[in-house]
């Protein structure tokens, strides 16, 4: 890099080094580009990115809920919403505070089963 | 028979059949989530995110041809696993069917081994053909007959009926995984198979459900320290004391199951030497395996990381013997496909026959397949488009930046929401099974 050359040395040497810092901005990896994109857009994003933050992310899939309770309250107004509790009519004209919920108005867990489209 | 043999050069790919429905509108319920062919490649079996398994059924047109064509027909379907909700951890256990390993066949049933985030199921697939009739008792509707009328004895002869293919669940190996299944794998012995989930593997009995061994557990004391998970195990396909998993570092290690009861210590560390100036924010998260598969030789696993496939020589653990680049292109794209998650995609990677080349999927609903060696790769796409009975599938061209050539697709126009995450081969001749998000393609070599 640092050869002698008499004379035309200076000129040479700066245009050099330019060049030198135009190749190394077009040597970034397309990786540390996309990094730099990354971090410009979420400037918290933390250092360790697969680090126990993220693994333990993917370890606590499916926690959805605080508790159990928390769960079927969910469950019911998901299901409240699409069918509303059997209800004959003897019980409708009951007044609503006297009727106690049984086990054939509490809606079902889950849908009844449907058979795969792959065997259609 | 067609020989597995032939490169992705000299094998003509064509579409034989799609299953699923068309319509655009997807259902959770029906996105499908494992395929896997049996080991005579007769039976395919399909899991999806609803917990159902469909299998199909190979049925060849004209068995005294050799490259005869061949159709596979629904000849089973059930609900393997349920959704279910654990209260004490407050934890929603999804029905989706992680895994599907079919058994090798023993007598004229048929077993897999289907498995969700939580518990393994052995599924027994049976067929009936027959059926006794004339009962002294009873009616041929099943009515009792009173005893006082029947005057004579005869011998209930079994007659034939119209073919019943019955699935029953015959064992059940829960409560052994705190983590998410993410693999199962049948051992040589025909005895045992092991499964494992993110910290922890477990070697089961296929016959006892009450009990297993735990082989392998990289949980840290310190929840903090937790720096890596295992992404996917398997058994070797001869040695029957030996296996690999693989982690979301990029590592795999193979463990010998003689050497101790809990093989945290690895036999063979497979890890390739990355140059730390090149590291970046990606660096891990890319060089996650999601797929580790042996050869069926034994001589040789393969690994699926996110840009690549790697093929490793089990002798060899200093570097891979071969690389294949899948999507090179998406290198230049990884801020968008952190923010999508796509950078998460688990793809899955598989063997043909003889071992002598390798298929993968991609984005945009292509998959890629690496002849190993003729050094040649293509691009196949599984749509609609170029689903006309026996049409031979045209190479796809991604190009990743400058001018486009016409039939080339630009990278800014791939639908990645269109992924083949899974695909199977059949065992010896050129025939392949490619999942889209919700329709099972297979495809043939053209018969000539």
Redesign the interface.
Known sequence: MSEEIEGTKPATEEATSEEQEEMDDKVISPEKAEEVKLKARYPHLGAKPGGSDLLRKRLQKGQKYFDSGDYNMAKAKVKNKQQPPAVTQAEKAEITGDHIPTPQDIPQRKPSIVASKLAG | MAGAGGGSNDVQWCFSQV???IDDDVAE??I?STVEFNHSGELLA?G?K?G?V?IFQQEIENKSQPQCRSEYN?YS?F?SH??E?D?L??????EKINKIRWLPQKNAAQFLLSTN?KTIKLWKISERDKRPEGYNLKEEDGRFIDPNTVTALRVPVFRPMDLMVEASPRRVFANAHT??INSISINSDHETYLSAD??RINLWHQEITDRSFNIVDIKPAN???????ITAAEFHPHQCNTFVYSS??GTIRLCDMRESALCDKHSKLFEEPEDPS?R??????IS?ISDVKFSHNGRYMMTRDYLSVKIWDLNMESRPVETYQVHEYL?????SL??NDCIFDKFECCWNGNDSVVMTGSYNNFFRMFDRGQRRDVTLEASRESSKPRQVLKPRKVCAGGKRKKDEISVDSLDFNKKILHTAWHPQDNIIAVATT?N?YIFQDKVN
Not at chain 2, 89 to 94: D, F, P, R, V, W
Not at chain 2, 280 to 285: A, Q, R
Not at chain 2, 331 to 335: A, G, I, M, P, T
């Open positions: 299953k699923g429905a319920a029906d499908i399909t999806d609803g159902r469909v629904v379907t609900q349920e959704p909700f209260y951890k407050s934890l929603e256990i999804e985030d983590y998410h993110d910290l929840m903090e320290e937790l720096t890596e998970v979301s570092k090149n970046s924010f990606f660096s891990e998260i996650s290198r230049s794209k990884l801020c952190y923010e919700n099972l």
